[in-house]
């Protein structure tokens, strides 16, 4: 401030005096505060050994081969992230395994998923941990066109910022690691970077732990360092989270805790959708508790070695095909009131109102 000032009066004087300058830059703002607590500095846990704080202008790529040499992490350091959450079940889990080990992730929600468990938005964002999107409902935007894919990634952005209560970060990911030129050529107008990965833990292919930690071990023994990605939905994540992160620990390894140097903001149109579509959910949850539900993509029951993060290799949860007579289905019905088969897919509609784009 007393800068800003001191420039004022130079330029004034200067003025008066008839002598002509160029416009004198202005400060930069001052940075937000960065502080690691005593817990993750001490050694004793995994904690963070740095935080790093990205500039999301013109939406860069982080990860894998498609960010190129575009990379915040040093040898030995690892940027934990978990993709299609919340779920209330296990993203407090995995919030549990973290804190234990005074760490911190970054965790890439979907729009429906925040909406379904917003109080997990809440808890993820107070707890310290950075939120991004990982579009509205998990959809492929590599064979969606530019349209269809801003709907996606901006219905997220507002769902989840609502669902939270504040902005969230300009972070994102691609569901199943399936980009889009139309989409990044979009993302990129809106200063949100993408975020690919380095090891891979397919814990969506196996219910096994030892599996999962086996597997991110290897790729970070042959890599030296990574973007990890696990999913915050899957039970083999939330039994393999406390010894993994033991394990990155005893070999070592450091946790970096990247956030973004400014937040995202929402675009009005999807605010609309977000605020009808947790509306809507609040009133399906004071009619019934199971509308509380969340919508998740499972594992397969069986490991499946060598299969590909793609759509046509993710089985989706369906609702059970018989409920009891007294047990009202996830989006507020009963089988005496069953209503009639839906005309499109079921996993593009929230468990409580159809899709919200029409299609």
């Known amino acids: 401030m007393r800068i800003a000032k001191l420039q004022g009066c130079v330029v004034g004087l200067l003025a008066v005096a008839g002598i002509a300058i ?97 109080d997990m ?40 910022s609502a669902a939270g209560g504040k ?23 809106r200063d949100i970077a993408t975020f690919w990965i380095d090891v891979d833990s397919k814990d969506y292919t196996t219910r096994d732990p030892n599996s999962v930690i086996r597997r991110v071990m290897a790729q970070l023994e042959q890599k030296g360092k990574g973007i990890i990605l696990m999913h915050d939905i899957q039970v083999s994540t939330v039994r393999a989270l406390p010894r993994l992160l033991d394990e990155l620990h005893a070999k070592g390894y450091r946790v970096v805790h990247a956030v973004p140097k400014s937040d995202l903001s929402t675009v009005a149109e999807f605010d609309a959708i977000a605020e009808k579509a947790l509306a809507a959910k609040a009133d399906k949850t004071r009619v019934s508790k199971l509308a509380d539900r969340a919508v998740t993509w499972a594992a397969d029951p069986e490991p499946v070695e060598g299969q590909r993060h793609h759509p046509k290799s993710v089985k989706r949860a369906v609702p059970p095909a018989k409920p009891t007579s007294s047990e009202a289905l996830p989006w507020g019905t009963t089988p005496a009131a069953k209503a ?13 109102q159809s899709t919200i784009f029409g299609y």
């Open 22 to 118: 160029p416009a004198l830059a202005q400060p930069d703002p001052e940075p937000r505060p960065v502080h690691i607590d005593e817990c993750a500095s001490s050694g004793d846990h995994l904690g963070i050994s740095r935080v790093v704080e990205i500039d999301t202008k013109g939406g860069p790529h982080f990860g894998g081969s498609q960010g190129g040499h575009n990379s915040f992490l040093e040898p030995g350091e690892v940027l934990l992230t978990f993709d299609d959450g919340p779920m209330r079940s296990h993203t407090r889990a995995v919030l549990k395994a973290l804190a234990d080990q005074c760490t911190k992730a970054t965790f890439f929600m979907v729009g429906r998923m925040a909406v379904a468990a917003p």
């Open 340 to 352: 009639k088969k839906p005309s499109k897919p079921a996993h593009s509609e929230l468990p409580w």
């Open 121 to 160: 938005v809440k808890e993820v964002a107070d707890a310290g941990h950075t939120v991004g999107s990982h579009t509205w409902s998990h959809k492929n935007l590599g064979i969606l066109g530019v349209t269809r894919g801003r709907q996606e990634v901006e219905a997220a952005v507002s769902a989840v």
């Open 167 to 189: 902005p969230i970060s300009p972070f994102f990911r691609y569901p199943y690691l399936s980009g889009s030129k139309t989409v990044d050529a979009y993302t990129r107008t």
